[in-house]
T-cell receptor, first 115, second 112 residues
Framework: GAVVSQHPSRVICKSGTSVKIECRSLDFQATTMFWYRQFPKQSLMLMAT?????????EQGVEKDKFLINHASLTLSTLTVTSAHPEDSSFYIC???????????FGQGTRLTVV | GDSVTQMEGPVTLSEEAFLTINCTYT??????LFWYVQYPGEGLQLLLKATKADDKGSNKGFEATYRKETTSFHLEKGSVQVSDSAVYFCALSDRKGGKLIFGQGTELSVKP
């Protein structure tokens, strides 16, 4: 059990467009989901924490109007990169946890390339 | 704030060599500690964890002991395989899971 699926695994979009990334917990209900960003050969940086039914909590320095997070159900959270630019190109990874205090399981990540 | 520091890579070893990847942390309170592994192009997989001082986490021949006195959680394996080639991340959480703070990652390359 505890499978988290991210979709798409890779996406290429044009500058100025928006792209949506989905994170689904397939076999458990996740009240909390986390979104991380990973630059090449660097660590993962937490972008935001989303709780089902409430607004996401963004880490310092993350633009909430650019990275829209929605956690509308116990099995789905979405990250929308709005008006994407080449500097938004990165590897985005989500994780999902049954509760905020329990182990989080990671999705396989989404490689976003903005051209 | 809390932080995790790992030894820099890349680390290159021959098959069957002994592996140590150092990890130290700074945290208030008593964090839980984790090692994650990331294979090329993939997400993260939990390798092992320890939730209190002196706990030893182990999995697939890897092990790490939570040392509160030295604030360390070094990863070891007695005999590495080519299939162990990946990036290894040390991480901490101020709870038993959930939100994680990661080290910078250490790339391991094992040659036949």
């Amino acid at each position: 059990g505890a499978v988290v699926s991210q979709h798409p695994s890779r996406v290429i979009c044009k500058s100025g467009t928006s792209v949506k990334i989905e994170c689904r917990s397939l076999d458990f209900q996740a009240t909390t989901m986390f979104w991380y960003r990973q630059f090449p050969k660097q660590s993962l940086m937490l972008m935001a924490t989303s709780n089902e039914g409430s607004k996401a909590t963004y880490e310092q320095g993350v633009e909430k109007d650019k990275f829209l997070i929605n956690h509308a159900s116990l099995t789905l959270s979405t990250l929308t990169v709005t008006s994407a630019h080449p500097e938004d190109s990165s590897f985005y990874i989500c994780s999902a946890a049954r509760t905020v205090n329990t182990e989080a399981f990671f999705g396989q990540g989404t490689r976003l390339t903005v051209v | 704030g809390d932080s995790v520091t790992q030894m820099e890579g890349p680390v290159t070893l021959s098959e069957e060599a002994f592996l140590t990847i150092n990890c130290t942390y700074t945290a208030t309170g008593y964090p839980s500690l984790f090692w994650y592994v990331q294979y090329p192009g993939e997400g993260l997989q939990l390798l092992l964890k320890a939730t209190k001082a002196d706990d030893k986490g182990s999995n697939k021949g890897f092990e790490a002991t939570y040392r509160k006195e030295t604030t360390s959680f070094h990863l070891e394996k007695g005999s590495v395989q080519v299939s162990d080639s990946a990036v290894y991340f040390c991480a901490l959480s101020d709870r038993k899971g959930g939100k994680l703070i990661f080290g910078q990652g250490t790339e391991l390359s094992v040659k036949p």
